[in-house]
């Protein structure tokens, strides 16, 4: 089962669905988990911190949605 979290669309929203961590524990529990680039940006969180973790980091929000059963 994916898991996806996209980038947050309201003007100044600071927070993300999922940090690095806890897509992580995600992928522990055996889920595969997807992120839309950028998503993390303003909570301080990278794209390549997403990558360090395991996570599949998507170019667009389209591929996001398509590819995920789940979306949080």
Same mark, same amino acid.
């Given at each position: 089962?994916k898991?996806a $979290?996209?980038k947050?669309i309201? *003007?100044?929203e %600071?927070?993300? !669905? +999922? =940090?690095p =961590?806890? $897509?992580?524990q +995600?992928q %522990?529990?055996?889920?595969? #988990?997807l #992120?839309? @680039?950028?998503?993390?940006i303003? !909570?301080?969180f990278s794209?390549?911190?997403?990558k $360090? @973790?395991g #996570?599949d980091? +998507? %170019? @667009? @929000? !389209? *591929?996001l949605?398509? %590819? !995920?059963?789940?979306?949080i």
């Amino acid at each position: 089962m994916k898991i996806a $979290a996209p980038k947050e669309i309201y *003007s100044g929203e %600071k927070r993300v !669905a +999922l =940090t690095p =961590t806890s $897509a992580g524990q +995600l992928q %522990k529990l055996g889920y595969e #988990v997807l #992120v839309e @680039s950028g998503a993390g940006i303003s !909570a301080r969180f990278s794209n390549e911190d997403y990558k $360090a @973790s395991g #996570v599949d980091v +998507l %170019k @667009s @929000s !389209a *591929s996001l949605w398509q %590819k !995920a059963d789940i979306i949080i």
